[in-house]
């Protein structure tokens, strides 16, 4: 992730957001009603050297999250598998 280039020019970071259109396209060829793509990455970068670095530096946890990139930490206050596990239940 420290050598991706920003977000908005990053193919395999916005993944996730061209998978639903496939997906529909896939229901409606198949005539599947309940095919669903999603994508995340877990970061092997550890969220403080990533956060400055990527993008315009200013990405926060939420936004990472949000961009569907999470880092492989479990606590009480962050828990990337719930994360993605919450994000498959939406």
């Known amino acids: ?3 991706a280039e920003a977000y908005q020019h990053d193919d395999k970071a ?3 957001e ?3 259109h496939l997906a529909a ?3 409606k060829r198949t005539g599947i009603k309940d095919i669903v793509l999603d994508s995340f990455i877990v970061s092997a ?3 403080e050297d990533l ?3 990527y993008d315009d530096g200013s990405w926060d946890r939420k936004k990472f999250t949000e961009a569907h ?3 492989p930490d ?3 206050q962050y828990d990337y598998i719930e994360i993605i596990m919450r994000q498959q239940t939406t």
Do not use: G, Q
Request: with cysteine; charged share 15%.
């Open 14 to 16: 916005r993944l996730h």
């Open 25 to 27: 396209a896939m229901c």
């Open 74 to 76: 479990r606590s009480a």
């Open 69 to 71: 990139i999470v880092f």
């Open 18 to 20: 061209s998978l639903p």
């Open 51 to 53: 956060r400055t670095r």
């Open 45 to 47: 970068t550890p969220f």
């Open 1 to 3: 992730m420290l050598h």
